[in-house]
């Protein structure tokens, strides 16, 4: 059974630093793997998908790799800024589209 | 871009009763829909994967007979909670899938059962 793992679970930085957000997964036998955002009590915003052949994907300010080989995905957020602070899941897909979740990092971005 | 609505966004039932809560896509046709449940500070956790025209595929642990799914459309799906108790109460969101691996998801159902 995929275990999908989110460290920090918190994350508090002053403004403009760079913020790292760690996700490991258990079943290196993945189709792809997403990151998102979700604001609290709202529902999720997805940021990067990054598939199962691919290294990396970027946009704008977010940056997240992926190693399948030793399950670990990271994502990576540029010059932090206040707008950013939000919890932040990463999901690994698998067969029919199922996507096991890990618990999040709630990120503060202080200004 | 895909966008998934859902309603209602918020319900407040008393334990016994039954609530159902659409999920639909409004600018695409969706065959496939999943349910998800999240309890405060958790995160995510499938509940089934929504079929149009065929049942539901429930996960591991989620009674079907209490949960139950309808997917009569290509633009919505129905989850209703039958009689309903405070363990119930908890944050519902649905995703449409699009194209062959995207999921879109909706802004949630926050269900407090008294």
């Known amino acids: 059974k995929q275990e999908v793992t989110q460290i920090p679970a918190a994350l508090s930085v002053p403004e403009g630093e760079n913020l790292v957000l760690n996700c490991s997964f258990t079943?290196?036998?993945?189709?792809?793997l997403q990151w998102f955002r979700q604001d609290p009590g709202k529902g999720l915003t997805s940021l990067l998908l990054?598939?199962?052949?691919?290294r990396e994907q970027t946009s704008g300010r977010l940056n997240a790799s992926l190693d399948k080989s030793s399950g670990r995905s990271t994502l990576y957020i540029a010059a932090s800024q206040p707008g950013d602070s939000a919890t932040y899941l990463c999901a690994v897909g698998a067969a029919g589209n199922k996507l096991t979740f890990g618990g999040g990092t709630r990120v503060l971005v202080k200004p | 871009g895909a966008v998934v609505s859902q309603h209602p966004s918020w319900v407040i039932c008393k334990s016994g009763t039954s609530v159902k809560i659409e999920c639909r896509s409004l600018d695409f046709q969706a065959t496939t829909m999943f349910w998800y449940r999240q309890f405060p500070k958790q995160s995510l956790m499938l509940m089934a994967t929504s079929n149009e025209g065929s049942k539901a595929t429930y996960e591991q642990g989620v009674e079907k007979d209490k949960f139950l799914i309808n997917h009569a459309s290509l633009t919505l799906s129905t989850l209703t909670v039958t009689s309903a108790h405070p363990e119930d109460s908890s944050f519902y969101i649905c995703?449409?899938?699009?194209?062959?691996?995207?999921?879109?998801f909706g802004p949630g159902t926050r269900l407090t059962v008294t």
């Open positions: 995703s449409a899938l699009v194209g062959n691996y995207e999921q879109y």
């Open positions: 079943d290196s036998a993945i189709y792809n």
């Open positions: 990054i598939q199962s052949s691919q």
